[in-house]
């Protein structure tokens, strides 16, 4: 069965940025810029943080308006995956995104894409996000 991340208590999140860490070392960055996920303030700290991360969607919003098919549809549990030669930058994806975890990277003049990987996840020593059944 596919997975997919989920908040799984956002109450929990600290806002410590662990996971965005993990998942730009997942591709060779030391920074938080290549990040699929992002953590924000809600509006201080009493207010808590807000995870941003794709949701997977059954019927993906962003693989509909890419005019080159770069984006498709994963064929289980909803989301998407990035042919990065058909891409050509028009950022139509990020635009299309209705909950806004699609982000862009500036260098590579493409998408950031969640792969569902869960590396993220492992870090989260809070238990507010992690990967579930799609």
Same mark, same amino acid.
């Given at each position: 069965? /596919?997975?997919?991340l +989920? /908040? #799984?208590?956002?109450?929990?999140?600290?806002?410590c940025?662990?996971?965005?860490? &993990?998942?730009? $070392?997942?591709?060779?960055?030391?920074?938080?810029? =290549? @990040? /699929?996920?992002?953590? $924000?303030?809600?509006?201080?700290?009493? $207010?808590g943080?807000?995870i941003?991360?794709?949701? /997977?969607?059954?019927?993906p919003?962003c693989?509909k308006?890419?005019?080159?098919? +770069? #984006?498709? &549809? $994963? =064929?289980?549990?909803?989301?998407?995956? #990035?042919?990065?030669?058909?891409?050509?930058?028009?950022?139509f994806?990020?635009? @299309?995104?209705?909950? !806004?975890?699609?982000?862009?990277d500036?260098?590579?003049?493409?998408?950031?894409?969640?792969?569902?990987c !869960?590396?993220c &996840?492992k870090?989260?020593?809070?238990?507010?996000?992690? #990967?579930?059944?799609?």
């Open positions: 069965m /596919a997975k997919k +989920a /908040a #799984l208590d956002v109450n929990n999140c600290i806002g940025m662990e996971c965005m860490f &993990a998942c730009s $070392r997942r591709v060779g960055r030391i920074g938080l810029d =290549k @990040s /699929a996920i992002r953590v $924000r303030s809600a509006g201080g700290i009493e $207010r943080f807000v941003v991360v794709c949701r /997977a969607c059954e019927n919003p693989a308006v890419c005019p080159t098919d +770069a #984006l498709k &549809a $994963r =064929k289980e549990g909803g989301g998407v995956v #990035l042919d990065e030669t058909k891409c050509i930058g028009c950022g994806c990020v635009q @299309s995104c209705i909950v !806004g975890a699609m982000f862009w500036d260098e590579r003049d493409k998408p950031i894409v969640c792969k569902y !869960g590396e &996840a870090y989260c020593v809070h238990g507010a996000i992690g #990967l579930v059944e799609a």
